[in-house]
């Protein structure tokens, strides 16, 4: 079952994204969010998923300058819910919340801050304007271009930065760690891997 639509956004406002699957957030020159949702349950008949996927509603609100999008989890156990979206939102969105109970996150194009976090599955991200904070219980983590300090940590997965334009704290449990460029410190810590540092203008 699909959902899309759009969401007037305000200039310099916040976006937060919950769900239960993969998201996809993509900044743009537009002046509104635009989504699409796809939801998906596995079950026994036609009459069943329809039942349960009502129950999953998708809501589309905004308060003040933050839009929010949230998939309400069905509660329907060994149905093997999940709810990818994919989202456009305002270049200039001054903060980007995101969250899943499982799948990947990723995020491109965006001005503001981003924090992402994801009970299992990979984040990507680049081009992002300000900081990023990112966790997940068991995935990769890639950062491209990232304007400012960068904060992440991975339960289980390589975590590879292509340029953080602050400070930088990388720590997985059990993976490599790669970064090119550091315009602040870096912490880097790993259970299991390798370490790899380009050019870092702070300590490590």
């Known amino acids: 079952q699909t959902v899309d639509g759009t969401l007037p956004a305000a200039p310099g406002g916040r976006l937060k994204v919950d769900s239960a699957g993969g998201i996809v957030v993509r900044g743009d020159e537009v002046n509104e ?5 796809k939801k998906r349950v596995r079950v026994d008949s036609e009459a069943e998923a329809k039942r349960l996927l009502g129950r999953a509603r ?6 003040g300058s933050t839009a929010t999008l949230v998939v309400d989890d069905p509660g329907c156990g060994r149905c093997e819910f999940s709810a ?3 989202v456009s939102a305002p270049r200039v969105t001054l903060e980007t919340m995101l969250s899943t109970r499982g799948g990947a996150v990723e995020a491109y194009d965006l001005d503001g801050r981003v924090t992402a976090a994801t009970a299992g599955g990979a984040i990507q991200m680049d081009r992002i304007g300000h900081s990023v904070r990112a966790s997940s219980a068991g995935g990769p983590i890639t950062l491209g271009t990232i304007g400012g300090p ?5 339960a289980g997965g390589p975590i590879k930065l292509g340029a953080a334009g ?8 059990a993976g490599s760690i790669d970064a090119d460029q550091v315009d602040g410190s870096v912490l880097a810590e790993t259970a299991g ?6 050019r870092v203008k702070g300590g490590v």
């Open 193 to 198: 891997g390798s370490i790899r540092l380009g």
């Open 84 to 86: 990818d979206m994919k």
């Open 150 to 154: 960068v904060r992440v940590e991975t």
């Open 58 to 63: 998708f809501r589309s609100t905004r308060e």
């Open 33 to 37: 969010v635009r989504y699409t949702a």
């Open 166 to 173: 602050g400070d930088a704290v990388l720590t997985t449990s």
